[in-house]
Structures are given as structure tokens and as C-alpha cells.
């Protein structure tokens, strides 16, 4: 890691990573039915299972392009006169990573505070608990299980809560949702967010299995398990607890005033979510360097979840042991916007995802099994800053905010239209298939809430995704206004963690805008948890 001290430039390291040489072996077949074991590693390299001292496996994917349905396997294992398999195409030497904990022999005069206690601040105070720092974490929020009843009154009576709901809370926006897993990075730590769930209940196939995710119903009681530990170790959490801003001496933090009481510290990890408009009105005002980003709106699209299964599974559709399938959807269109799906849910269901009365935005959601009747995906369409840019760095929030004015109907009613209506821009006066929305919808043209350009893009990328599902249009139906896809600021920071301008704040997290998930947001607390180790230990 590296800073600027006294005009001087010093390099800190921390090691985080162990290596060990291994073979890596790829292309193990595993009959479907079958469980995978050290008889498929001995079959493939023709050995005997007592050479095989030790394995783990490291990715499967279900193999379902031709006649013949599969599981795939690579694995790393230690094997006895391993060089001589080394001939095989599907052999090699690899090291494998392990994530190694940071210490520090510090112990800081004043405790860290972390803000927000979604993945990246749920990882950021297993980091710190775990190195022994005793963090003190604040949610404006409740706990996740005030949090779900609170959430199950929204979905069944439409009353909303601002302060506990599908955005607020223990676990943040990723609680109530599919709680994906999928990620591109290529990153060490993302093993460390796996082992973390393992422990507190996941199933472990989510280390290597090629689409992992938990489901919501798993995630609640995840994240319970993940605040005990943090207390186990000594941190301490406080619900309820809303940062109302910093206490500066200069540039430097030297405390937080919340609704509840005042903290001492000289170091606050900030990951409070996309949806936390206010705080973020306050740090600008206090001096926090915040600029615009672009981002994307759309809406969520639902289908039958059987049109998915065909689609991706082709001959093998209705196989017992494959499960409710997913698509990823992109498309380049005339007006040189994206278009694409994003967060898609098999077998979930679309839910309203608002933090302020009057306001609807939705979201997606799926339960552990995936057993809905319907998937649902978000379409978004890129939001360049020259959609929105009128000289304010919170711009983006305010061109959010607009829009989900205009898509709120009373009791958190959705606008609704067949995509097949949509593209040829008519009502519908039914929808094609039932939706999963819990509230109420209201038959609406989608065109209304959109600029031309937008509009354009988001007909030409359907039209391409039928082309790549058969029936994409003709069944497929619109619901409500996909806004929180991502956060419209980044809160600008330097290699050493730091805000760019407040020293001791360190932005963190989707919400900052570092991130864009579960995974990337856990995987951001541990590196910001590392920047304040690596700073005790300067």
C-alpha cells in the first residue's frame, strides 16, 4: 500500500496471500446423479486412489451442450509422482492462493467505528474483530430479524418504514435479494467472503460451483451469525443508529455525531449503501470530495421460469437434477447505450425496494430453492452524467428520485406492460403472465418515464434478446422502475484508503462506488479493513 507522508513517498505492505504449488487438474467428468469423489480424479489420470493424498475442489459447471448431460470438476490436488501426469492436457502445476489474515501488535488508542453494516461492513468488522481491534459498528437500521417483519407489513400492506427496509438494515440491499455470489474478479479475498459464509451456514459447494448464490431466507440467517460473531470477538454493534455527521478537527475525524450518541475515533470506515442520500448530503457539506458517476435505470422483466430452463437447457429441459436456470443478456445499440440484464433472479419474485414515502423503486428477490414460477431480471440501460448533470455532485440521486416519483401509484402500486405492448407502444390491458409483485400494478405505457434515447435503446436490446431466448418478447412482462441498480457518486479516495480530503475516513463499498454487488462489496470492507491495519502498523 502506498501514501504520501511529509512529501515523502513510503511503500507498507501487508501479506495477505499464501501460496502453495499444486496440480491443477480440469475436465473431470461427473455423471449426473453421481457424487463427485476421488474415484473421478483416479479415472481421469488412470492412477490408484491411494496416490492421492489429498483434494480440493475448485470449480463445477453442469455441462448440457450436447446429447450428453454432465458435471464438469477442476480440482487441486497433491498426488503422489505428480510430475509424471503433467503429460496430460488437462494437468498442470498451479499455485493455489490462500487468504492470510493481517495482524497488527498495535492496539489503537481509539476504537474504528465502521458506518453501515451491509457486506462491505459486515467484512470490514470480521477483519478488524478477527485481528483483534474491537470495532464499533453503527446501522441506521434494525436488526434482521425486526428487519423482516418490518419488510413483510411492506410487502403485505404497503406501509413503509424509511428507516427498516429492503435498502436499511443488517445485511443491506443484498439481504433481500437473490444473494448472488457470481463474480468476475479475480481477487484472494473473494475466498476469504466464501469461507466467512461457509461458517455461518452456507453450503460449502458455494466455493466452487459456477453461479453460486444463498437466497434471501439463507441470508437472514447468515448475517445473524456473522454480527455474533463480531460481538463474540469484541466488536459492537448498535441498530437503530444513524450517522448525522463528522466531528472534524481540520481535515482529520475526530468523532461521529449519530441520533442516538456521540463516538470518539480517529478512524470511520464508510459503508453506508447506494441509498443513503442523506449522509451523503452531509459529508459533501462537510467537505467530503464526492463526484457524479454514470450509471443505469430500467425496469424488471418477468417470464416463465420453464421458457429459461428450455431455452438454456434445450433437450435435457425437465432433467430432475438441473435446477431453475439464469440468463446474462447484453446488447449494443444505434444510440451507442448499453443495454443488459442484471441481477437476475430464477424463480423469484419482483419487490418494491423504496426508502421514502411516494417514491417506488423495485428490486428482485429469491428465496434459497428458486421454486417461483417466474424469473425475473432487472433490464437496464447506461445513464451517461450528461443525462443528469446540472453542477451538483448528487445529481444522480435527484434524476433517481424524479423517476421514482413518477413511477409511484398509491400503496406502492407498480406500472405494468407487456413487453410485446411496450414495443409496440400501446397499454396492455392484461398482463401476459401473473406477476410476482406483491403489491398491486397499474397498467402503464413504460415509455411515459423515459427519455427518447433510453426508450430506443431498451426496444433495440429486447428485440436482440428474443433472437437469443425464443419468446423473450412475446411472454415477458414489465414491472415498475429499476433505479438502485447502482450508486450515481464516488466518493473520491486515495491508495492509502483515505478520503481524498478528510483524513481517517475511509469510503467504502458499492454506495462509494467500488463496488457492485455482494461479493465486490465484501471483498472492498476487507481491502479498507487492511488500509486501517496497514495504517496502525505505520
Not at 527 to 537: F, P, R, T, V
Amino acid at each position: 500500500r502506498k501514501s504520501i507522508s511529509n512529501q515523502k513517498r513510503e511503500c507498507y505492505c501487508i501479506i495477505i496471500v499464501k501460496r502453495y504449488v499444486m496440480l491443477k487438474i480440469n475436465q473431470i467428468r461427473c455423471e449426473v446423479g453421481e457424487t463427485f469423489s476421488i474415484h473421478h480424479i483416479a479415472k481421469k489420470l488412470r492412477c490408484s486412489i491411494h496416490d492421492i493424498h489429498s483434494f480440493e475442489i475448485d470449480r463445477e459447471s453442469i455441462d448440457a451442450r450436447g446429447d450428453d448431460l454432465h458435471y464438469s470438476y477442476s480440482v487441486y490436488a497433491s498426488i503422489k509422482n505428480e510430475d509424471k501426469y503433467l503429460k496430460n492436457r488437462d494437468v498442470k502445476k498451479e499455485s493455489k492462493e490462500v487468504y492470510n489474515l493481517p495482524t497488527t501488535a498495535k492496539t489503537p488508542s481509539q476504537r474504528p467505528i465502521i458506518v453501515g453494516f451491509g457486506p462491505s461492513g459486515m467484512y470490514a468488522g470480521l477483519i478488524l474483530a478477527e485481528a483483534g481491534l474491537k470495532p464499533i459498528i453503527i446501522e441506521r437500521g434494525q436488526a434482521v430479524e425486526q428487519r423482516t417483519k418490518d419488510i413483510n407489513i411492506f410487502f403485505t400492506k404497503g406501509k413503509l418504514l424509511e428507516s427498516s427496509n429492503v435498502q436499511f438494515g443488517e445485511g443491506g440491499a443484498g439481504t433481500f435479494s437473490d444473494g448472488k455470489l457470481t463474480t468476475r474478479m479475480k481477487n484472494i479475498r473473494v475466498s476469504k467472503v466464501y469461507e466467512e459464509f461457509v461458517e455461518a451456514g452456507a453450503n460449502s459447494a458455494i466455493q466452487y460451483q459456477q453461479r453460486p448464490h444463498l437466497g434471501t431466507d439463507v441470508l437472514q440467517t447468515i448475517v445473524k451469525k456473522i454480527r455474533e460473531k463480531i460481538i463474540r470477538l469484541g466488536g459492537e454493534i448498535y441498530f437503530d443508529t444513524k450517522l448525522e455527521s463528522l466531528y472534524l478537527n481540520g481535515n482529520r475525524i475526530v468523532g461521529i455525531h449519530t441520533n442516538k450518541q456521540d463516538f470518539t475515533t480517529d478512524s470511520v470506515i464508510l459503508c453506508t449503501g447506494h441509498s443513503a442520500i442523506d449522509t451523503y448530503e452531509t459529508l459533501l457539506a462537510q467537505g467530503v470530495e464526492i463526484t457524479q458517476k454514470d450509471f443505469a435505470i430500467g425496469v424488471r422483466v418477468e417470464h416463465p421460469q420453464s421458457l429459461i430452463d428450455q431455452s438454456t437447457y434445450g433437450k435435457h429441459y425437465g432433467h430432475p437434477a438441473l435446477k431453475a436456470s439464469s440468463y446474462q443478456l447484453t446488447a449494443m445499440t444505434s444510440v451507442n447505450r448499453g443495454v443488459y440484464s442484471f441481477c437476475m433472479c430464477p424463480g423469484g419474485v419482483v419487490i418494491p425496494a423504496s426508502t421514502e414515502q411516494k417514491c417506488l423503486a423495485v428490486n428482485g428477490m429469491s428465496y434459497s430453492m428458486r421454486a417461483g414460477k417466474n424469473a425475473n431480471s432487472a433490464i437496464l440501460v447506461q445513464i451517461p452524467r450528461s443525462d443528469f448533470d446540472q453542477g451538483h455532485p448528487l445529481d444522480g440521486f435527484q434524476f433517481q428520485k424524479k423517476l421514482e416519483q413518477l413511477g409511484y401509484h398509491e400503496g406502492f402500486a407498480a406500472p405494468a406492460q407487456n413487453i410485446k405492448d411496450y414495443l409496440n407502444r400501446i397499454p396492455s390491458d392484461k398482463l401476459v403472465i401473473q406477476t410476482s409483485y406483491p403489491r398491486s400494478t397499474v397498467m402503464q405505457d413504460m415509455h411515459a418515464f423515459f427519455s427518447d434515447e433510453v426508450n430506443q435503446a431498451m426496444e433495440e436490446g429486447m428485440k436482440q434478446f428474443d433472437k437469443k431466448i425464443h419468446g423473450w418478447i412475446e411472454n415477458g412482462i414489465m414491472v415498475g422502475l429499476e433505479t438502485r441498480s447502482s450508486s450515481p457518486i464516488k466518493i473520491l479516495r486515495n491508495d492509502d484508503g483515505n478520503s481524498s480530503t478528510i483524513q481517517g475516513l475511509y469510503p467504502c463499498g458499492e454506495g462509494a462506488g467500488y463496488a457492485g454487488g455482494i461479493v465486490s462489496s465484501a471483498v472492498d470492507g476487507i481491502k479498507q479493513a487492511e488500509n486501517y491495519i496497514a495504517h496502525l502498523n505505520r
